[in-house]
């Protein structure tokens, strides 16, 4: 089993910035990838980012440019740095993680983590 604990989430202005991290624990041999989802109220869960131990990394189109996914595979821990953030930002980010990248980005990890509230309001 791996566990994943997810911080940094909470409340930001419009044109701000966030980072947040995931740290993974327990059986980490078990996972490659892993990356960040967030759901809104009303919406389908969606991916915004996801990221390879060696780094190849995927964005959704709506964060390109603003959003930076990163990791330390030396602490099992995955960031996502948020820049520029708006009102449509504004969900709960859950972190991801599974054994194979396409899993990860087709939205079907082996595991996830609780998730972490960021709201983008003045």
């Known amino acids: 089993q791996v566990q994943l604990v997810e911080s940094g989430g909470g409340l930001v202005q419009p044109g701000g910035s966030l980072r947040l991290s995931c740290a993974a624990s327990?059986?980490?041999?078990?996972?490659?990838?892993m990356g960040w989802y967030r759901q809104a109220p009303g919406k389908q869960r969606e991916l915004v980012a996801a990221i390879t131990s060696g780094g190849s990394t995927n964005y959704a189109d709506s964060v390109k440019g603003r959003f930076t996914i990163s990791r330390d595979n030396a602490k099992n821990t995955v960031y996502l740095q948020m820049n520029s953030l708006k009102p449509e930002d504004t969900a709960v980010y859950y972190c991801?993680?599974?054994?194979?990248?396409?899993?990860?980005?087709?939205?079907?990890?082996?595991?996830w983590g609780q998730g972490t509230q960021v709201t983008v309001s003045s």
């Open positions: 991801a993680a599974d054994l194979s990248f396409r899993a990860v980005v087709r939205g079907t990890p082996g595991y």
């Open positions: 327990g059986s980490i041999f078990s996972i490659n990838a």
